[in-house]
C-alpha cells in the first residue's frame, strides 16, 4: 500500500485468523498476522515499477542474445562479434526437444505473461535477489489483496484498476485475442502441486466473474 499520514483501523486478529484458516492455499505455512498491508513510500513504488519495466527489457535482450547467439550471427552493427558460448551455456543439461522449442520461430517475440523478480529491502534500496516467469504466488498475493482492500481501500496497490485477478485473466486471454470469451485450462503439473491451491483459487474466482477458467493436471 501507499504510505499515508492517515490513521487507518486494520483487520483484528480474529478476522485474519479467520480468513487464513478458510484457504487451503495457505496449508502447511506458518504466517505473522497484520492488521495492515505492508505500507510502501511513493518512491518506493516508483522504483518497484521501473524494475518491472527493467525485468521486462532484460528477458527481450537476453532472447536476442540467445538466439543470435544459437545462429552464430553477429551481436553488434559496427563490428564483429560473435558469442557461441551463451547457447552453449543455456543449453547446458536440456533435451533436443526443449531446445529446439525455444528456437522456433513461433514463439520469437515473446514474453512472458508475469515475470516476477523477488526483491529484498535493504537501506541503499531494493536487491534483486531472483528472477522468475513461474506464476507462483499471483493467487496468494491476489488473495492478501482482496482481503486487506477492506482496510485500504484505493491506496492498496493492486486494488481498483490493478486487480491482480483481472490482470492475470487479460494476459492470459491474449493468447488468443479473436476469441471474446476463451476457455482457458490451467494446466499444473506434478512438479508444480504446491501451486495447485492458488491457481484453483484465482480460477474460481474468475468463475465468479464470469470467466471460464478451469485448471486441470496435465
Known amino acids: 500500500m501507499n504510505d499515508t499520514s492517515e490513521s487507518i483501523n486494520?483487520?483484528?486478529?480474529?478476522?485474519?485468523?479467520?480468513?487464513?484458516?478458510?484457504?487451503?492455499?495457505?496449508?502447511?505455512?506458518?504466517?505473522?498476522?497484520s492488521p495492515q498491508a505492508f505500507a510502501l513510500t511513493r518512491r518506493q513504488?516508483?522504483?518497484?515499477r521501473k524494475i518491472g519495466q527493467a525485468c521486462y527489457d532484460f528477458y527481450r535482450a537476453q532472447e536476442t542474445l540467445y538466439i543470435r547467439s544459437a545462429e552464430g550471427k553477429n551481436l553488434l552493427r559496427n563490428r564483429e562479434l560473435t558469442a557461441p558460448w551463451v547457447a552453449e551455456y543455456l543449453d547446458r543439461g536440456k533435451p533436443d526437444h526443449l531446445i529446439e522449442h525455444a528456437r522456433s520461430k513461433a514463439i520469437r517475440g515473446t514474453t512472458p505473461m508475469v515475470i516476477r523478480p523477488d526483491l529484498l529491502m535493504t537501506e541503499d534500496?531494493?536487491?534483486?535477489?531472483?528472477?522468475?516467469?513461474v506464476p507462483g504466488g499471483i493467487g496468494l498475493t491476489a488473495f492478501l489483496n482482496k482481503?486487506?482492500?477492506?482496510?485500504?481501500?484505493?491506496?492498496?496497490?493492486?486494488?481498483?484498476?490493478?486487480?491482480?485477478?483481472d490482470a492475470f485473466y487479460a494476459a492470459l486471454s491474449a493468447k488468443a485475442p479473436k476469441l471474446t470469451a476463451p476457455y482457458i485450462a490451467i494446466l499444473v503439473s506434478d512438479e508444480a502441486a504446491?501451486?495447485?491451491?492458488?491457481?484453483?483459487?484465482?480460477?474460481?474466482?474468475?468463475?465468479?466473474?464470469g470467466r471460464r477458467v478451469h485448471v486441470f493436471h496435465p
Open 10 to 33: 486494520g483487520l483484528s486478529y480474529e478476522s485474519a485468523l479467520q480468513a487464513f484458516s478458510d484457504q487451503s492455499l495457505f496449508e502447511n505455512k506458518t504466517w505473522r498476522y
Open 45 to 48: 513504488v516508483a522504483e518497484i
Open 125 to 133: 534500496g531494493f536487491a534483486l535477489t531472483e528472477i522468475d516467469s
Open 147 to 165: 482481503l486487506y482492500e477492506q482496510v485500504h481501500g484505493d491506496a492498496l496497490i493492486g486494488a481498483g484498476d490493478e486487480d491482480m485477478i
Open 194 to 209: 504446491t501451486y495447485r491451491p492458488e491457481m484453483e483459487w484465482i480460477a474460481s474466482q474468475l468463475r465468479q466473474r
